[in-house]
């Protein structure tokens, strides 16, 4: 299953990344309890950045509503699928959706019953690679001697992946857009006025705010743009 | 070891589950009866998420302006460089461990030499 390696690889990074620069006694311990509540592999990464600079609790909750928003526009479409689930079952399949999981649930196209039983394999599998390869690699990264400058790109390198199959998709170009531009502009407003550490600690909060606002702002065209798309 | 407090490092690990589990639950809560979810919500939903992870790339790139100051290292030529070659890669192979793998450890030769 390439699921298998994908979450299994992306997974190990993470954990190696944990144990390297989180600075914890028993990185294996946190990364297999992180790894099993959070089931995402953007979050995995942040955890990291979180525990290395004891990030406020309010600027978490607040990028972890925006990451999961993501999901959530994913469960839309799985909300007939779930529907018939028991609610334990159901549950479960909720906190497992992810990428790769999603995309092979909504690909599915077998009888609705055959179909839950489908997704709920698919999720506990994905789900067990998951903690696997980031637990594995919290005890990996634990007995590392090597030097790992650098190893914190693995972050920056998955979210430009991420924003690399977004942007194949036209209508994701403008808001991402949007995104980076508030991004750079409330980070130099901030790094002139408070100095670069603070800015990169506090901007995402005003960054959200400022992209909120401006994607509202463009509704009528993003949405035109989208009209266009689907009919091309 | 530097690190955080184990009290942090607890409520950290269990509000990110729970509002995490919470947030993806939400569409299954607000429309599991009725149906379809109004407009401007599944906009937000649509338009937000790009827009969020490039702003998390931005992040990325303002932890290399803080720890690796550009005007002492060829102005983050090796961030740069390793950010297009993953961007390339992923383009054309559309393999995330690969693009991943392949950009991380382009970055961990380029710190070492710039």
Redesign the interface.
Known sequence: MPVM??YG??GF?AGVLLAVQ????LPAL?AA??SA????G??QY??V????T?LA?GS??F???????????Y??SL?ET??EARLGT??YL??G?TDETYALEVACRLPPAAKRRYCLYLTVLDHFYWVAGVTLGALAGGSLTVP????????????????????RDR???M??????I???GV?AVL?ASLG??A??MD??IP??AL??TA??AL?KR??GG?DGGRSA | MTGCSMRYLVVLIVAVGALSWLIRALPFLLFGRSGEPPKLVVYIGRVLSPAAIAMLVVYCYAGYVRDRPPAEHLGMLAEFAAGAVTVALHWRWRSPPLSIAAGTILYMILVRLF
């Open positions: 390696a994908g690889t992306m990074a989180g600075g914890l006694s946190w309890l992180s509540l959070f089931i995402s953007p979050l942040l955890f950045d979180w525990v290395r004891s609790l978490v909750l990028i972890v509503v925006c990451m999961n928003l993501r999901y959530a526009l469960g839309l909300i779930f529907r159901r549950l909720i906190a959706i790992a400058d650098g190893i914190d790109f693995a972050m920056t390198a998955l979210f430009l992946v991420i924003l690399t199959d977004q942007c209508r994701n170009r808001p991402a857009l949007v995104g980076g508030a991004a750079v980070f790094a670069v550490a800015a990169r901007m995402l960054t959200m992209m909120v994607l509202l509704r993003l949405e989208a």
